[in-house]
């Protein structure tokens, strides 16, 4: 049996396993711009980053990228009971004919992924694309593939770091790191 969020002991940063250190992700970030900033030419996306673990790489991201860019956040998760999957915070600027880029810390089942697709589609957006700090491509239950990532990689155990959390904590790393095992 599992322990509860509270009564686990949190392990501290020096028991962590640093996968991506900071000059890692920052070059990274930085290339993934310009190739963004390459290939939109005159485009005029608006990036729509899903709240909590992609805030930070939003930010350095549109920083990166070479020419003012539109941002906005939502929220995607499912219903409790049913498990049916909605927009919580949907977007608040028109994107009918406009072409969006979709930001998320981790891609990992694909399963999220088509469905907002298919919302931001119903909402007239006229491209949609997404851009991931990590890609774990092993993990897919679909086709789905993402258009732009910084890292593609195997399943690592539990990711934290630069924006991923874990019980609200590590989030605030600038590198991303591994949990010890047995904290999964």
Known sequence: MSSSPQNRQTPSVADLEPLFGTEVIQTGVAKLGQRITAELGAEDPILVALLGGSVIFLADLVRAIGKPIRYEFIHVGAEEESGVMQIQYPIPLDIAGQSVL???DVV???VTEPYLEQQ???HGARDVRF???IDIPDDRKTGFEVSYSVFSTPRQGVLVGYGLKRDGRYGNLP???RLPEGEE
Do not use: E, M, P
Request: aromatic share 6%; glycine share 6%.
């Open 108 to 110: 990992a089942s694909g």
């Open 131 to 133: 851009a991931a700090l």
């Open 102 to 104: 979709v930001v998320k």
């Open 120 to 122: 931001l589609r119903n």
């Open 175 to 177: 590198y991303v790191a």
